[in-house]
């Protein structure tokens, strides 16, 4: 079978977009149902990713390689057990958004489900990218449509927001892409040969003060994408401007596009940097999980303090991420998927409020459960999964993740604890005063109970919810040999001698099969003037 | 040796620049657009006798001139660039009632400077193309003979220009009197082997800076730019902005890639060249930011390009310079036709309030622009993110780590105002009605060819990028 899948599931959003410069601007209902048709087929396709996944090994699968600019940059992607629940995560939330968005985005509909799409192929392109320029190419260009997605459809301050997002996000990626050219720089000196293969990277052995240089750069880009304390501060503007679409999209794929850099790129490339920045960056994360719930809990706006849960969440998830071991790495994969379902659900249902009411403030809500019984129980289901209650997906997740800590550091676990406790308090808090309570808005007389179509978006969470908390086998067992590996990247700096002169041993084998032919005449030429 | 088809790009020029000239007398005031695709039908048989010669390589005056395979390179890339600006131009200058021959036939001119400069390893040869096309540049800057913003320009850019060629021939004069010669290559073979004289080469090569620097508008030789920009015809300015900035770096690969190589202490000029590049990047993106007027902002920001492609010179990688030259050139005509299409009947609009709400109002070219100011930002996948790469690798490469964080920051800085242009665009409701001459096919064909180049430049720039690597693969430095 020859079918290049992978490379179908990443760019048919892409397509979809372009295939929409044909359908006239007034045709509103047509692109919708296009956008819709487009990414439910996107869904159905990477479930075959997923039937199709080899769980066993921890090679890349589904590899598709194919020359493109030479010396080094070629296009190359695949999956392995972490990108391939990332991928899943996205193609199954792009038609939630879009069905999401149906009557909230009135204006300038075309010009939206383009933005859409795009997105989604940028999403999905960052999560399979095996070559550091495609990679690089894909989490650049995602800025571009969150950016009119922000800036076009979004609230008040709109264009601060966007503008902080696309700043804050290229201030990381731009010191990232320095180290990239040291990283590719560094390998022709030691190779001979051009290369920005990751697997060719991790090969590398690099001199530890080099690394702590390039781990800060990658660390950087990556820690503002997540955002852990202190680089969060974009992450409530852009939450409370956006439409809720592109919260969804944000609190669901892009802040994992963070966690995903630290696990396939900062930590196991530049394993003896990580080493002696992870107690400094759990701390962070641990200052993360208090702050995030901590201002969680003084929230007026019901949209920033999902907001901010998300900064107390991604907090567990990283501190998860640098205990490093089985348990902690499968739960912050595991929480990934969990934040993603749960915080984007989170995000829907405040949509659903919004668009009926049109405000956020938790103040104008009260005894909403009784107009809207439907509702009620679907969102107090999405904030239980949120605050980890057992039954549910995030009980799953957060509790192999503090397993995991503990093993690390009793202290830490302990300390973490709180992203539980916390949650429960100021999202039940929220739910009592937006849910229950006296009915004194008389606004909320009029609310009328779940559409058809918002009940088709939210059910399939709520299924995912209960089912990723009742059987987590499915998800897990194929992660675990992807994870083993990434943990014996990671753990290998220990079994090298460390070698301060060279950068690199000289025993280093190349995995690139295409060596350009004509890489050696031009580079002598060049090299000739130093 | 000497072989007269070396002057053939040069003089089929020159023949439409007369041609047109002549012709100007004998056409009726409505059917002067014609003009334009005359020049346009010289310029095609110049760069295909350009694309003929690639594996010939003509010299002519005792090697004074000469068509090496970068020289015919860059040639190819001038025409290409002046043939998109008489594209742009034709209804322009019809809308505005601008005389159309000599325009057309002082672009020629100006075009016809620089290819003697980028085909000479001669400074005195070199001189002569920029004064031939600083001459023509004075004069395209004030052609708009009602405005006074227009003659203003002209007179700034000729006075402050005279004073750079005066510092330029004097630096001439100091290598020459050491050397006892003109050509680039003789100057530093005679300083290579007496290196008593090394006060000589700096100071001389430092006034060499300065005169070019002008061309380029580094900064602190940059101060012409933004009035100049602004004053002049906005297709002029799309050419001032593009060509002999271009230009301006040809000669600069020509003169810094000798000395890099021969002379053995450049640590004081390549300090020079560093700092001014740092200073370039920094203070033209700054200034960018509290600009209102479009044509400001991309003054500002050719100002702020001019210093990465400084860095090329730095990192002595010269394909990546070419390389950056063929995407800027695209994504800065680009930018600016689409700046001259949406105008109208003698109303041009050019402040930022004006661009309210026009991405939906003219998706096409909203989008088109965006795409332009993407590029130019260097967000991937555009051809400006590679120009960048490439430039940004090459200089980490060789070891210039610092500069180039600083390049990024400075591009940080610079996507800000890109991005705000956008907003206007996209994220702010009208502010009043906006109408556009829409009748402009050369235009849109312009806006077209530059679109394909940045997209293609920037996905594929697999054969441009074997060419441009070929011809500096040549050069003997």
């Given amino acids: ?530 | 040796m000497n072989n007269i088809w070396t002057l053939l790009p040069i003089l089929f020029v020159l023949t439409g620049s007369v041609l047109v000239l002549l012709l100007e007398v004998f056409l009726k005031r409505e059917k002067k657009e014609y003009l334009g695709f005359i020049s346009i039908i010289f310029l095609l048989l110049s760069g295909t006798s350009c694309v003929l010669f690639w594996n010939k390589g003509f010299s002519y005056f005792n090697g004074g001139l000469f068509l090496d395979r970068l020289a015919l390179l860059l040639s190819l890339l001038f025409i290409i660039g002046t043939a998109l600006i008489i594209l742009i131009s034709m209804k322009y200058l019809s809308l505005q009632n601008t005389n159309h021959g000599e325009y057309y036939s002082l672009l020629l001119f100006a075009l016809i400077g620089i290819l003697i400069m980028v085909s000479s390893t001669d400074l005195i040869i070199i001189f002569l193309g920029l004064e031939v096309l600083s001459m023509s540049s004075y004069a395209l800057a004030g052609l708009k003979r009602s405005d006074k913003k227009s003659g203003e320009a002209a007179l700034k850019y000729f006075l402050l220009g005279s004073f750079a060629s005066a510092f330029l021939v004097y630096g001439i004069a100091l290598l020459y009197g050491a050397s006892k010669s003109t050509e680039i290559f003789s100057i530093m073979n005679y300083f290579q082997s007496d290196s008593t004289q090394a006060i000589l080469v700096i100071s001389g090569l430092g006034m060499l800076i300065i005169g070019f620097g002008f061309k380029i508008a580094i900064v602190p030789f940059h101060m012409w730019t933004p009035d100049v920009y602004e004053g002049s015809p906005t297709p002029v300015t799309a050419f001032f902005s593009v060509c002999p900035k271009a230009a301006g770096f040809a000669v600069l690969i020509r003169l810094f890639g000798p000395y890099f190589k021969q002379i053995t202490d450049t640590k004081s000029i390549f300090m020079v060249l560093w700092l001014l590049s740092v200073l370039t990047m920094i203070t033209g993106n700054l200034l960018a930011l509290r600009q209102k007027n479009i044509k400001r902002i991309l003054a500002y920001s050719s100002i702020a390009h001019a210093g990465y492609i400084m860095i090329a010179i730095l990192a002595k990688s010269y394909y990546s310079l070419v390389f950056y030259l063929t995407v800027y050139l695209f994504m800065n005509i680009g930018a600016f036709s689409a700046v001259i299409a949406l105008s109208k009947q003698d109303k041009e609009y050019l402040e930022l309030d004006d661009y309210a709400g026009i991405g939906f109002r003219y998706p096409w070219i909203g989008a088109t622009l965006s795409l332009f100011l993407l590029s130019l930002a260097g967000f991937p996948p555009t051809g400006g993110f590679l120009a960048k790469f490439y430039v940004f690798s090459e200089a980490v490469h060789k070891g210039l780590t610092p500069l180039v964080i600083i390049g990024v920051m400075a591009s940080l800085i610079s996507v800000f105002y890109y991005l705000r242009i956008i907003v206007y665009m996209y994220m702010r409701e009208p502010s009043h009605s906006f109408k556009i001459y829409e009748n402009n096919p050369a235009l849109f064909l312009a806006l077209f060819i530059c679109l394909y180049g940045v997209i293609q430049l920037g996905l594929f720039p697999g054969n441009v990028l074997l060419f441009i690597k070929q011809a500096v693969a040549s050069l003997p430095f």
Avoid at chain 1, 66 to 94: E, K, N, Q
Avoid at chain 1, 219 to 242: N, Q, R, S, Y
Avoid at chain 1, 312 to 335: D, K
């Fill in chain 1, 1 to 530: 079978m020859n079918i290049p899948l992978l490379s179908i599931v990443t760019f048919l959003p892409a397509a979809g977009a372009l295939l929409f410069i044909f359908i006239n601007r007034k045709q509103e209902n047509l692109i919708r149902y296009t956008a819709l048709f487009i990414s439910i087929i996107n869904f159905i396709l990477s479930l075959f990713l997923y039937f199709n996944f080899n769980g066993q090994t921890a090679e890349p699968q589904f590899v598709e390689k194919a020359r493109w600019i030479g010396y080094g940059i070629h296009y190359h992607i695949g999956i392995d057990g972490i990108s391939l629940f990332l991928v899943l995560l996205t193609t199954f939330l792009m038609p939630i958004v879009i069905l999401s968005s149906w009557n909230s985005v009135k204006d300038k509909v075309k010009e939206y489900h383009i933005f859409m799409l795009l997105l989604g192929t940028g999403i999905i392109g960052v999560f399979v990218s095996l070559n550091l320029f495609l990679f690089y190419v894909f989490w650049e260009a995602m800025l571009i449509p969150m950016y009119f997605l922000i800036g076009i459809w979004g609230g008040k301050r709109k264009i601060y927001a966007t503008l902080k997002f696309v700043i804050f996000t290229m201030f990381g990626s731009l010191l990232m892409l320095v180290a990239i050219f040291v990283l590719y720089s560094i390998f022709y000196k030691t190779a001979g040969t051009y290369s920005l293969n990751i697997f060719d990277y991790y090969q590398l052995v690099l001199n530890p003060n080099i690394q702590i240089w390039l781990f800060l750069a990658f660390g950087l880009a990556f820690a503002i994408k997540v955002p852990m304390f202190p680089f969060h501060t974009w992450l409530p503007d852009a939450h409370v401007e956006a439409p809720t679409a592109g919260s969804v999209i944000l609190a669901g794929v892009l802040l994992k596009m963070g966690a995903y850099g630290f696990l396939r790129f900062a930590l196991p490339l530049f394993p003896d940097a990580a080493k002696k920045f992870i107690p400094y960056l759990a701390v962070l994360s641990l200052i993360g999980i208090i702050y995030g719930a901590l201002m969680a809990l003084i929230q007026k706006d019901m949209k920033s303090l999902v907001a901010y849960s998300s900064v107390s969440h991604m907090g567990l998830i990283m501190l998860a991420v640098f205990a490093l071991n089985m348990e902690s790495l499968e739960g912050a994969v595991y929480q990934m998927l969990n934040h993603g379902l749960s915080t984007g659900a989170l995000f829907l249902c405040v949509g659903i409020l919004y668009e009926r009411a049109h405000t956020r403030l938790i103040k104008d809500y009260g005894g909403v459960s009784r107009q809207m019984p439907v509702f009620a129980a679907l969102f107090l289901i999405c904030m239980l999964s949120s605050v980890g209650l057992p039954g549910l997906n995030g009980f799953v997740g957060e509790i192999l993740c503090l397993f995991g800590v503990f093993q690390s550091s009793k202290l830490l676990a302990i300390l973490g604890v709180s992203t539980i406790i916390l949650a429960a308090a100021y999202l039940l808090w929220m739910y009592q005063r937006v849910m229950q309570g006296p009915l004194e808005n008389k606004k909320i007389f009029n609310f009328k109970d779940l559409s058809l179509r918002e009940i088709g978006f939210l059910v399939p969470i709520v299924l995912l919810m209960f089912f990723m908390g009742i059987f987590p086998k499915p998800f897990l067992r194929k992660m675990d040999a992807s994870i083993e590996h990434l943990l014996k990247q990671v753990h290998r700096a220990e079994t090298y001698v460390v070698d301060k002169e060279a950068y690199i041993k000289p025993s280093l084998k190349i995995s690139e099969i295409d060596i350009n032919h004509n890489t050696k005449e031009n580079r002598t030429e060049t090299e000739d003037n130093e």
